[in-house]
């Protein structure tokens, strides 16, 4: 296995990878969407992640222009969350049912954008 790190002159290990460049709608060419960026999980709470090679900085509520692969991205992020009930004989808890609970959701602002003219 090869090692991606390299020692620099103050004796820290640094990484050889590119640095990782943030996000700017304006640069990118692919196709965009308009939406409304909200954090379920975390209600007001920002969110900082890298999808692939990209940073992303969403704050609660933002309304920012997104390639649409991370908005698949991120609408299809979920956690389970398992429901329980006592049983009334023995007093116990046992599940009932999983269910999966999306952790972020991003809404287009104008659902016009989605429809796309055929000829």
Same mark, same amino acid.
């Given at each position: 296995?090869?090692?991606?790190?390299?020692?620099?002159?103050?004796?820290?290990?640094?990484?050889?990878?590119?640095? #990782? &460049?943030?996000?700017?709608?304006?640069?990118?060419?692919?196709?965009?969407? +308009?939406?409304?960026?909200? /954090? @379920?999980?975390?209600?007001?709470?920002?969110?900082?992640?890298?999808?692939?090679? #990209? &940073?992303?900085?969403?704050?609660?509520?933002?309304?920012?222009?997104?390639? +649409?692969?991370?908005?698949? /991205? @991120?609408?299809?992020?979920?956690?389970?969350?398992?429901?329980?009930?006592?049983? #009334?004989?023995?007093?116990?808890?046992?599940?009932?049912?999983?269910?999966?609970?999306?952790?972020?959701?991003?809404?287009?602002?104008?659902?016009?954008?989605?429809?796309?003219?055929?000829?």
């Amino acid at each position: 296995m090869e090692d991606k790190t390299v020692e620099s002159e103050t004796g820290k290990k640094v990484s050889k990878r590119p640095p #990782v &460049k943030l996000y700017d709608p304006k640069k990118y060419k692919g196709k965009k969407l +308009l939406i409304r960026f909200t /954090h @379920l999980e975390f209600p007001k709470a920002e969110l900082h992640f890298n999808y692939r090679g #990209v &940073k992303y900085e969403l704050a609660d509520s933002q309304e920012i222009s997104m390639p +649409l692969e991370v908005i698949e /991205h @991120l609408n299809s992020l979920a956690v389970p969350e398992s429901k329980y009930e006592v049983d #009334v004989a023995t007093g116990q808890l046992h599940k009932t049912d999983t269910v999966l609970r999306h952790r972020f959701s991003c809404i287009p602002v104008n659902l016009a954008q989605l429809v796309t003219k055929k000829v």
